[in-house]
């Protein structure tokens, strides 16, 4: 079974409106990490934004938020008024427990339509 | 200062030829890793160390070595290349995993090899 999976190949959203980025997870362990990467057509991988297991309060970081449902095994980014900047390939990415691999989704390809 | 940087940035070579790739990176983390990036965008662990050990050997052609010399410092070494090698290759480095740590994972710029 895949760790993480994104379903979501491609999305499009308008400037200023929010868009929500899929991401399921799959694992056994008790703690873990999910965090959410960027990659602008530069093709440099930005770290956005981390959510630990434990953590009981959702993560944000200034534009970006992680909508952490545990039970659903969901780790959705929301971003909210995008900008053209944002247009990029975004990955989510999971840590198990004290393992060393991060394993990483196929991406979802962010369009920002001015 | 680059937390991560790998060198060089663009590697264009023949089909048989050896070629190496640099990374160093000055966060004091103890573990870095090498990833290959498709045309497809699909990140593909190869290879992890953690402070100078190897601990993820993902299946790679064994034309494909890395080579640590300290935990600052993971260097890929590729022979014989061929032309499905041709990818984008990424360096990163994170702390060593400690249970409940955010242990974030910091990524280079990236070398993109095209093999002709």
């Known amino acids: 079974a895949q760790k993480i999976t994104q379903t979501q190949p491609g999305m499009f959203v308008q400037e200023k409106e929010a868009v929500t980025l899929d991401c399921t997870y799959d694992?056994?362990?008790?703690?873990?990490?999910l965090f959410w990467y960027k990659q602008p057509s530069s093709g440099e991988m930005i770290f956005l934004i981390y959510?630990?297991?434990?953590?009981?309060q959702n993560a944000t970081e200034g534009r970006y938020s992680l909508n952490f449902q545990k039970a659903r095994k969901s780790a959705n980014l929301v971003i909210s008024a995008s900008q053209l900047g944002d247009s990029a390939m975004y990955f989510c990415?999971?840590?198990?427990?004290?393992?060393?691999?991060?394993?990483f989704g196929t991406g979802t390809s962010l369009t920002v339509i001015p | 200062d680059t937390a991560v940087s790998q060198t060089p940035k663009y590697l264009v070579t023949q089909m048989g030829n050896d070629k190496s790739i640099k990374c160093e990176q000055n966060?004091?983390?103890?573990?870095m890793y090498w990833y290959k990036q498709d045309s497809k965008k699909f990140l593909k662990i190869m290879f992890s160390?953690?402070?100078?050990?190897?601990?993820i050997n993902e299946t790679v052609p064994n034309r494909f070595s890395p080579k640590s010399p300290d935990k600052a410092h993971l260097n890929l070494h590729i022979n014989s290349l061929e032309l499905g090698d041709s990818a984008v290759y990424f360096c990163a480095s994170s702390q060593a995993a400690l249970r409940g740590a955010k242990n974030i994972q910091y990524f280079g710029a990236g070398t993109r090899l095209s093999v002709l």
């Open positions: 990415a999971m840590r198990e427990g004290t393992g060393n691999q991060f394993y």
């Open positions: 959510q630990g297991s434990y953590d009981e």
């Open positions: 694992t056994s362990d008790q703690s873990y990490g």
């Open positions: 966060l004091g983390h103890d573990t």
């Open positions: 160390y953690n402070n100078k050990e190897l601990i």
